[in-house]
């Protein structure tokens, strides 16, 4: 079975910074390109980033560029979200999703807020 | 960036009636490999989207057959026949034919 579970979300400052990981299991990792993806409390859902099996191609929506870095660690079975410089339009529950987007994760709440 | 507009924003139903949703796409959707990746996705209250059509017409495992995907190159349509009670919620499209991916705003199915 397909699993995929995100961590790491929470309460930020503006400006600060968090790491997301999205915890995999059921199949082979290493194989599939993975995504994030978020959604705002009571919106429609966003694309954010997305990574080959190999980390050698990397897109990022431009609301994110410069300032979230999408990674993996195929040993470890994990994908990571580096979010930096956060703006309170970035409170957003956070999904990750596997690489043709059919399996995603239960989401992880990130409330940017001072 | 690929625009994807979806109608209608709310669509009231009866149990057992039909549902029909449309999605839009500002540019074709047919990629260089001549696939075309939009894909039909329900996202119940509380829940993760699940994936119910992908490639215009592809149910995925355990999908009911009442649901049908159908289109081409920038117009798509999602059918839903004999509407239960466990159907209803939030209906998105999606395109990953083009970087950055989008999807559309999406449609409430509800009861009316």
């Known amino acids: 079975e397909v699993q995929l579970v995100e961590s790491g979300g929470g309460l930020v400052q503006p400006g600060r910074s968090l790491k997301l990981s999205c915890l995999a299991s059921?199949?082979?990792?290493?194989?599939?390109?993975m995504n994030w993806i978020r959604q705002a409390p009571g919106k429609g859902l966003e694309w954010v980033a997305s990574?080959?099996?190999?980390?050698?191609?990397?897109y990022y929506a431009d609301t994110v560029k410069g300032r979230f870095t999408i990674s993996r660690d195929n040993a470890k079975n994990t994908l990571y979200l580096q979010m930096t410089s956060l703006r309170s339009e970035d409170t957003a529950l956070y999904y990750c999703?596997?690489?043709?987007?059919?399996?995603w994760g239960q989401g992880v709440m990130v409330t940017v807020s001072s | 960036d690929v625009v994807m507009t979806q109608t209608p924003v709310s669509l009231p139903v009866s149990l057992g009636g039909q549902a029909s949703i449309s999605c839009r796409s500002s540019q074709s959707l047919v990629h260089s490999n001549g696939n075309t990746y939009l894909h039909w996705y329900l996202q119940k209250p509380g829940q993760s989207p699940q994936l119910l059509i992908y490639r215009v017409s592809n149910r995925f495992s355990g999908v009911p057959d009442r649901f049908s995907g159908s289109g081409s190159g920038t117009d798509f349509t999602l059918k839903i026949s004999r509407v239960e009670p466990e159907d209803l919620g939030d209906y998105y499209c999606?395109?990953?034919?083009?970087?950055?991916?989008?999807f559309g705003a999406g449609t409430k199915l509800e009861l009316k």
């Open positions: 999606l395109q990953s034919t083009h970087f950055p991916y989008t």
């Open positions: 999703a596997r690489r043709y987007l059919d399996y």
């Open positions: 990574i080959s099996s190999s980390s050698s191609y990397i």
């Open positions: 059921g199949f082979t990792f290493s194989n599939y390109g």
